[in-house]
């Protein structure tokens, strides 16, 4: 009994550890480094003394480390956030618990604590798989909950546990739908969290970089038919602001892009493409948009110069409906016109061939129509890997290089369009995407990041891309058919080559998205429609409920009639025959089953006292038809049902 019992303790031990070490990875983007390396310390001493059967620390010494460590998280409180804070003691408590376990009474407060971190990852994960890993992990715990209060001999009741399963996701599903859904009652903070996505500055090589990444960062629904490839720029950042090198986002535009500008009357006419985004989480406020948006959801502001942004950093996937018009977005102020003129010093020989193209071209659409002509007809190359540009980077490109990605085709036009006085700035964004036609929805991945240009004719903003120019493919096809074949190994390295793992990936996309549409994305407003609806119908369910249970009650009134009137067997024998059906069918016919069961009591002698006492409790029930001994023949068969089995292996090895 001390051998199982240790046996106990050390398999509760290590289901502890692991699911400890499940939580750390689960968190750990709300700890920094230096954080998870403590976590991962301490989980491996208490493994390691798991495997060499050595006690835990002592409780004095355990206090004492986790005072220090609580001490430098309250140090970090700033910097991490208050739920990043919450999570960081909640795992050092159930750490701490775990370090001093000496019995297994101690840790009623630790599978507890389990459970709560447990919850807390699913505010910090949406996606399907680790939604599965998470429930699994809770699944560890459970079980080791229940492990934790069994006796030690005790075997789980599958059949049990499955109905009480089939009776539990009836009520969680009612629940999900019909609970009325609150608000999150705090928001998860964007300090320590990487972001993805554009960034407010725009480099050569800052797009080259991301296109290398393959993760989504938003898929899309329309309402009506898949818009031409050529119309699918996806805006979501301006650059206006340009050093020489670098474009940056202007810091007074950026504040005002947060205040929600008026819908253009003229343009809300023709808003011919109405669709729903579902943004990926990048802890950025910046979101996307076709062409110019007219409406959109409320949780999502439209600025003056057309780009969408939320109120929050996006730290979860975010659904929203955008509705779009094919206008271009109008010129708002004097000042925006007169930013976007701006020159730094330098780069004399692209300020030249600007001076050149106005005197032949004065009209803007005229120039940029010129200048497009100029990248198709010169020798100008389409690449992942462009040489380093010197302290005049865009003479160095235009003149020199030639070679480029589509961040430097736009740098390098809008400082042409800027020098021949036309108003121009780079738009940050995504172009294209992967259409599912099965499933409905256009999936924008990250290698999909792209930047062109808009500049001013008449009054308005118009589009002009000239990687469209140099590299058609990239914007009519896709990025792979834009690029040699070297280069395309530097979008899908390694196992992304295999066809078989990458169909895999895509089926598990889409799996991941109507999570996202049907689960995720069940918010307020779509129960309050599922409760209009219910409402509407409920007439109806209620006239097939009561059908449908009428049925039931006929049917089983009728089963049990024909089972009352044909079954004549005793209960007794029948509660003998539903425990020890497979031993009875052993018996001899010339056997009555009393006698059978006394002769198994003199074969087998380590049964034989429980033998006897069925027998009589059996007896007494079934020829003096009493209820009491008929009450306790059914306890005594199952409350030794671990005997039962170890008796029929028994008779059927004879």
Same mark, same amino acid.
């Given at each position: 009994?001390? %051998?199982?019992?240790?046996?106990?303790?050390?398999?509760?031990?290590?289901?502890?550890?692991?699911?400890?070490?499940?939580?750390?990875?689960?968190?750990?983007?709300?700890?920094?480094?230096?954080?998870?390396?403590?976590?991962?310390?301490?989980?491996?001493y208490r493994l390691l003394s798991v495997f060499k059967a050595k006690a835990g620390i002592s409780l004095k010494l355990v206090n004492l480390l986790a005072g220090i460590i609580a001490i430098t998280f309250f140090?970090?409180?700033?910097?991490?956030?208050?739920?990043?804070?919450?999570?960081?003691?909640?795992?050092?408590?159930?750490?701490?618990?775990?370090?001093?376990?000496?019995?297994?009474?101690?840790?009623?407060?630790?599978?507890?604590?389990?459970?709560?971190?447990?919850?807390?990852?699913?505010?910090?994960?949406?996606?399907?798989?680790?939604?599965?890993?998470?429930?699994?992990?809770?699944?560890?715990?459970?079980?080791?909950?229940?492990?934790?209060?069994?006796?030690?001999?005790?075997?789980?009741?599958?059949?049990?546990?499955?109905?009480?399963?089939?009776?539990?996701?009836?009520?969680?599903?009612?629940?999900?739908?019909?609970?009325?859904?609150?608000?999150?009652?705090?928001?998860?903070?964007?300090?320590?969290?990487?972001?993805?996505?554009?960034?407010? %500055?725009?480099?050569?090589?800052?797009?080259?970089?991301?296109?290398?990444?393959?993760?989504?960062?938003?898929?899309?629904?329309?309402?009506?038919?898949?818009?031409?490839?050529?119309?699918?720029?996806?805006?979501? =950042?301006?650059?206006?602001?340009?050093?020489?090198?670098?474009?940056?986002?202007?810091?007074?535009?950026?504040?005002?892009?947060?205040?929600?500008?008026?819908?253009?009357?003229?343009?809300?006419?023709?808003?011919?493409?109405?669709?729903?985004?579902?943004?990926?989480?990048?802890?950025?406020?910046?979101?996307?948009?076709?062409? %110019?948006?007219?409406?959109?959801?409320?949780?999502?502001?439209?600025?003056?110069?057309?780009?969408?942004?939320?109120?929050?950093?996006?730290?979860?996937?975010?659904?929203?409906?955008?509705?779009?018009?094919?206008?271009?977005?109008?010129?708002?102020?004097?000042?925006?016109?007169?930013?976007?003129?701006?020159?730094?010093?330098?780069?004399?020989?692209?300020?030249?061939?600007?001076?050149?193209?106005?005197?032949?071209?004065?009209?803007?659409?005229?120039?940029?129509?010129?200048?497009?002509?100029?990248? =198709?007809?010169?020798?100008?190359?389409?690449?992942?890997?462009?040489? %380093?540009?010197?302290?005049?980077?865009?003479?160095?490109?235009?003149?020199?290089?030639?070679?480029?990605?589509?961040?430097?085709?736009?740098?390098?036009?809008?400082?042409?369009?800027?020098?021949?006085?036309?108003?121009?700035?780079?738009?940050?964004?995504?172009?294209?995407?992967?259409?599912?036609?099965?499933?409905?929805?256009?999936?924008?991945?990250?290698?999909?990041?792209?930047?062109?240009?808009?500049?001013?004719?008449?009054?308005?903003?118009?589009?002009?891309?000239?990687?469209?120019?140099?590299?058609?493919?990239?914007?009519?096809?896709?990025?792979?058919?834009?690029?040699?074949?070297?280069?395309?190994?530097?979008?899908?390295?390694?196992?992304?080559?295999?066809?078989?793992?990458?169909?895999?990936?895509?089926?598990?996309?889409?799996?991941?998205?109507?999570?996202?549409?049907?689960?995720?994305?069940?918010?307020?407003?779509?129960?309050?429609?599922?409760?209009?609806?219910?409402?509407?119908?409920?007439?109806?369910?209620?006239?097939?409920?009561?059908?449908?249970?009428?049925?039931?009650?006929?049917?089983?009134?009728?089963?049990?009639?024909?089972?009352?009137?044909?079954?004549? &067997?005793?209960?007794?024998?029948?509660?003998?025959?539903?425990?020890?059906?497979?031993?009875?069918? &052993?018996?001899?016919?010339?056997?009555?089953?009393?006698?059978?069961?006394?002769?198994?009591?003199?074969?087998?002698?380590?049964?034989?006292?429980?033998?006897?006492?069925?027998?009589?409790?059996?007896?007494?029930?079934?020829?003096?038809?009493?209820?009491?001994?008929?009450?306790?023949?059914?306890?005594?068969?199952?409350?030794?049902?671990?005997e039962l089995g170890r008796l029929r292996r028994a008779i059927k090895n004879t």
């Amino acid at each position: 009994m001390l %051998t199982q019992q240790m046996q106990k303790q050390k398999q509760l031990l290590l289901s502890w550890a692991a699911i400890q070490f499940s939580l750390l990875l689960l968190l750990q983007q709300a700890f920094a480094g230096w954080v998870i390396a403590i976590f991962a310390l301490l989980l491996l001493y208490r493994l390691l003394s798991v495997f060499k059967a050595k006690a835990g620390i002592s409780l004095k010494l355990v206090n004492l480390l986790a005072g220090i460590i609580a001490i430098t998280f309250f140090l970090q409180l700033r910097q991490a956030g208050v739920l990043h804070f919450m999570l960081q003691i909640l795992l050092l408590a159930a750490t701490a618990r775990l370090l001093a376990l000496q019995h297994l009474y101690e840790a009623r407060q630790l599978v507890w604590v389990h459970y709560f971190l447990i919850a807390c990852c699913f505010i910090l994960h949406q996606d399907m798989l680790i939604a599965l890993f998470i429930l699994l992990v809770f699944a560890v715990n459970l079980y080791s909950h229940y492990r934790l209060f069994s006796p030690s001999v005790s075997r789980l009741n599958w059949l049990q546990t499955g109905r009480s399963i089939l009776i539990i996701l009836p009520l969680w599903l009612a629940i999900f739908l019909l609970f009325p859904r609150l608000p999150p009652f705090w928001q998860i903070p964007n300090t320590n969290i990487a972001s993805t996505g554009l960034s407010d %500055t725009l480099d050569p090589g800052s797009i080259e970089q991301l296109v290398q990444d393959d993760s989504l960062a938003f898929r899309v629904e329309f309402d009506g038919a898949l818009p031409p490839r050529q119309q699918l720029y996806w805006r979501a =950042r301006l650059y206006e602001d340009f050093d020489g090198r670098r474009w940056q986002v202007n810091a007074l535009r950026q504040n005002a892009s947060r205040q929600r500008a008026a819908n253009n009357a003229a343009a809300s006419k023709d808003s011919s493409l109405s669709y729903r985004i579902i943004a990926e989480a990048s802890q950025q406020t910046g979101l996307f948009s076709l062409a %110019t948006p007219v409406t959109s959801s409320s949780n999502i502001f439209i600025s003056p110069s057309g780009l969408l942004s939320s109120s929050k950093p996006v730290s979860q996937r975010l659904s929203y409906q955008v509705s779009s018009s094919l206008t271009p977005v109008v010129l708002v102020s004097e000042q925006e016109q007169q930013l976007n003129l701006r020159v730094p010093p330098g780069n004399p020989q692209t300020q030249q061939f600007a001076y050149q193209l106005k005197q032949q071209y004065p009209q803007s659409h005229d120039l940029v129509q010129a200048l497009a002509e100029h990248f =198709r007809q010169q020798p100008f190359y389409y690449s992942l890997t462009p040489p %380093t540009l010197g302290s005049n980077s865009i003479d160095a490109f235009l003149f020199d290089s030639r070679t480029g990605f589509c961040s430097h085709y736009a740098s390098a036009s809008a400082i042409i369009l800027r020098h021949a006085g036309i108003a121009a700035r780079v738009v940050g964004g995504y172009q294209g995407g992967n259409w599912h036609p099965q499933q409905g929805y256009l999936a924008v991945r990250q290698r999909e990041a792209h930047a062109w240009v808009e500049y001013l004719h008449n009054g308005v903003w118009q589009p002009f891309d000239p990687t469209a120019a140099v590299a058609p493919e990239r914007i009519l096809d896709s990025l792979d058919s834009a690029l040699p074949e070297d280069q395309r190994a530097l979008l899908d390295p390694g196992w992304r080559q295999l066809v078989l793992l990458q169909n895999l990936r895509q089926q598990l996309m889409h799996l991941d998205y109507y999570w996202s549409v049907w689960v995720l994305g069940f918010n307020d407003n779509s129960q309050r429609q599922l409760w209009r609806t219910l409402y509407r119908h409920l007439p109806a369910m209620a006239y097939s409920a009561a059908v449908l249970f009428s049925i039931i009650i006929v049917v089983l009134l009728y089963l049990r009639l024909t089972q009352s009137g044909t079954d004549n &067997t005793p209960q007794a024998t029948k509660l003998l025959y539903r425990y020890l059906g497979k031993a009875l069918a &052993t018996k001899p016919l010339s056997l009555s089953v009393s006698a059978f069961l006394l002769q198994c009591a003199k074969r087998y002698p380590a049964h034989e006292a429980y033998l006897k006492q069925l027998t009589a409790l059996y007896e007494q029930a079934l020829y003096k038809e009493d209820i009491e001994a008929l009450n306790q023949l059914k306890q005594l068969l199952k409350c030794h049902k671990a005997e039962l089995g170890r008796l029929r292996r028994a008779i059927k090895n004879t």
